[in-house]
């Protein structure tokens, strides 16, 4: 009896001994990581406790770098006449030993007093196993471009902003139309030699192109005649001249 006893814990021993030894399942990691977006609505800080190491490193899509005591004070109940879910998707995992790797897409969907919005982030979250539990040790995120909604123009402002636009000798920019369509040329740089774009109106003097981040502003002088064209990156501007008017 004492020998099968003893059997029996051995066999038992073993198989913990192989569990604690096994690597973790990508199932496994999205489970948990879909926990931990499950509890960012009620402000559910437990897995977030759990799930994240002591010494890690978090960076947002708004570029901020917390510690873990910073990102769980981070979460925190929505507040009323909010909701929302977030759902992950397109899973990519790399496991390795004691280390995984998991990239995905987090979706958003938010509803703010009956109004609803979406938003589509990319996050790689990096775990390691430490005394046999894995805890997420680094997790970075990005937001994906959309471009904003297409806005109304009358064609007939087009003529205000159709001319060519000097950077420096050499550099220019040319804006046509075509019809009820508004186009804007660069030539001097080689990559971009004779490529034309289309411009979507934002508003009445302000424009951006399908795919390509940042807007074009056109600039009135103080006589209402445009005097330049702003090209408007991350909130910084490089400002082509207005060197020919259409004839």
Not at 27 to 48: C, F, H, K, M, S
Not at 132 to 152: F, L, M, N
Not at 204 to 210: A, E, G, I, M, V
Request: charged letters at 30%.
């Amino acid at each position: 009896m004492f020998s099968v006893m003893k059997l029996v814990l051995v066999i038992f021993a073993t198989t913990l001994a192989h569990t604690a030894d096994a690597p973790i399942a990508q199932d496994e990691l999205v489970r948990r990581t879909q926990e931990l977006y499950d509890a960012i609505v009620p402000g559910n800080q437990a897995p977030w406790k759990k799930y994240f190491a002591d010494d890690c490193i978090f960076s947002d899509e708004k570029g901020r770098t917390l510690d873990k005591a910073k990102l769980i004070a981070d979460i925190t109940p929505m507040p009323t006449g909010y909701s929302g879910t977030i759902k992950i998707g397109n899973v990519q995992s790399r496991i390795l030993g004691e280390t995984a790797i998991l990239s995905y897409d987090a979706n958003e969907t938010e509803t703010i007093f009956g109004q609803n919005l979406t938003a589509r982030y990319h996050v790689t979250d990096t775990w390691l196993r430490r005394n046999g539990e894995w805890k997420i040790v680094a997790s970075q995120a990005h937001r994906y471009y959309e471009d904003p909604a297409i806005g109304k123009i009358d064609p007939k402002k087009f003529g205000d902003f159709i001319g060519t636009y000097e950077l420096a000798p050499g550099q220019t920019r040319s804006i046509t139309s075509e019809g009820e369509n508004l186009f804007v040329e660069r030539k001097g740089k080689k990559e971009e030699l004779n490529k034309k774009e289309q411009l979507f109106p934002e508003t009445s003097d302000l424009f951006f192109r399908k795919g390509v981040e940042g807007r074009i502003l056109f600039h009135s002088d103080a006589n209402g005649k445009v005097d330049s064209l702003i090209d408007r990156r991350n909130n910084e501007d490089v400002v082509w001249r207005k060197t020919c008017r259409a004839s």
